[in-house]
């Protein structure tokens, strides 16, 4: 009779290893568009009233400093989110509108919405 041991009688179980880091992270990558205080409520108001003027940005985003919502455009054009046409007139016209791939946060922004409203509902009831 052969002598049997625990390893022939254990199945070798590969656990899979999920590491999560910074770089790696797709969710790091999504908030780093989207997160902070001001980029998410930009994204928002250029959808719902594209095409979206500095002007008009500065008085419907409340709180906003106009060099904060300068940086944050500029933060969301350089990561392919936003279009910015500058029309060559006096006084000088910009509107920003969403870029097609801009327009792929819809979803993402939508379901936001819905879990904040959620969340809303939930926490007033505690």
């Given at each position: 009779?052969?002598?049997?041991?625990?390893?022939?009688?254990?199945?070798?179980?590969?656990?899979?290893?999920?590491?999560?880091?910074?770089?790696?992270?797709?969710?790091?990558?999504?908030?780093?568009?989207?997160?902070?205080?001001?980029?998410?409520?930009?994204?928002?108001?250029?959808?719902?009233?594209?095409?979206?003027?500095?002007?008009?940005?500065?008085?419907?985003?409340?709180?906003?400093?106009?060099?904060?919502?300068?940086?944050?455009?500029?933060?969301?054009?350089?990561?392919?989110?936003?279009?910015?046409?500058?029309?060559?007139?006096i006084p000088p016209k910009v509107e920003y509108t969403l870029t097609e791939f801009?327009?792929?946060?819809?979803?993402?922004?939508?379901?936001?919405?819905?879990?904040?409203?959620?969340?809303?509902?939930?926490?007033?009831?505690?």
């Open positions: 009779m052969k002598n049997s041991t625990n390893d022939d009688n254990q199945h070798v179980i590969e656990e899979k290893k999920i590491v999560f880091d910074e770089k790696s992270c797709p969710v790091t990558a999504t908030m780093q568009v989207l997160g902070g205080k001001w980029k998410a409520i930009l994204i928002n108001a250029i959808y719902h009233t594209s095409p979206a003027r500095f002007g008009e940005l500065k008085r419907s985003v409340k709180g906003i400093t106009q060099s904060m919502l300068t940086q944050q455009l500029r933060e969301l054009e350089d990561d392919g989110i936003i279009n910015r046409k500058i029309y060559a007139e801009g327009l792929t946060l819809s979803p993402i922004m939508q379901s936001m919405a819905d879990w904040g409203k959620e969340y809303r509902i939930k926490k007033q009831k505690l």
